[in-house]
């Protein structure tokens, strides 16, 4: 076992999904960075008590600008001397059916939730090859796997990180390094919260389990493919989504 704090960068940090994250990753024992966009000192004041009493550290990222992200990762591995776990969760959302869909509201979403992985990753592997460990999770979405009305540009972007994923995986497979991502379903965030009540039933009503998902259903399946022990599992997309979508 290792017997010093695994060092973990989570992008969205500040978010819904980020804030679960951190706060599991840094009660299972790591040292947790989350990095978001520059926040006041209110929502950094609210992450900080959502943590429940477990420091984890903020980082202000703008993980759509390739050499902030470089930048960042530079940063963590100066400070620490390496990285450990990186975990892509910052995305957002521009829905518009295609025909009335911007090109911004098209690029805007590949830029956050797609080319962000390619920058963070390209910037982290080496590190993690050369020091013979790493976990790489790439929080995807249902939507990629089934579409989703008004996001053919959000659908595109989750779908591509499993893509991403799977060849990433291949490349370092060999050197400790696993890569693997994980797909939320309808998940209870601000993101969802702003969803009607009546769309927000419907979608309830195709959950097998019945009920939306909590921040932490998909923070626990964050800690358990970034595990020590997690070392065969790699390339995998794993579903979190209450039966909503099953296959194999």
């Known amino acids: 076992m290792h017997n010093t704090p695994r060092i ?62 470089a930048a960042a990762i530079a940063d963590v591995e100066a400070r620490y001397g390496r990285l450990d776990i990186l975990v892509n969760a910052a995305g957002i959302t521009r829905d518009s059916t295609l025909r009335k869909m911007s090109t911004e509201q098209w690029d805007d979403v590949l830029r956050i939730n797609l080319d962000s992985a390619f920058h963070l990753c390209r910037a982290a592997v080496d590190g993690m090859v050369a020091r013979g460990f790493g976990r790489i999770v790439n929080i995807s979405s249902v939507s990629g796997q089934i579409g989703n009305f008004g996001q053919t540009n959000y659908a595109a972007a989750k779908a591509g990180l499993h893509g991403f994923t799977m060849s990433l995986a ?33 979608t309830v009503a195709t959950v097998p389990v019945g009920r939306v998902g909590q921040p932490d259903d998909i923070a626990r399946g964050v800690v358990f493919l970034t595990a020590d022990d997690a070392g065969y599992i790699t390339g995998i997309n794993l579903p979190v989504n209450g039966g909503m979508l099953m296959g194999f």
């Not at 599991?24 to 209110?42: S, Y």
């Not at 497979?173 to 419907?202: D, I």
């Open 8 to 69: 973990a960068l989570v992008t969205g940090g500040l978010g819904g999904i980020g804030r679960a994250i951190c706060r599991q990753l840094a009660a299972q024992g790591a040292h947790v960075i989350a990095a978001d966009l520059p926040a006041d000192a209110a929502r950094l004041a609210a992450f900080n008590n959502a943590m429940d009493g477990l420091h984890v550290e903020t980082l202000a990222l703008d993980v759509g600008d390739a050499a902030s992200c």
């Open 170 to 202: 291949r490349e370092v497979a060999a050197k400790g390094v696993t890569v693997n991502s994980l797909s939320p379903g309808y998940v209870e965030t601000p993101m969802t919260a702003a969803m009607p009540p009546e769309v927000l039933a419907r």
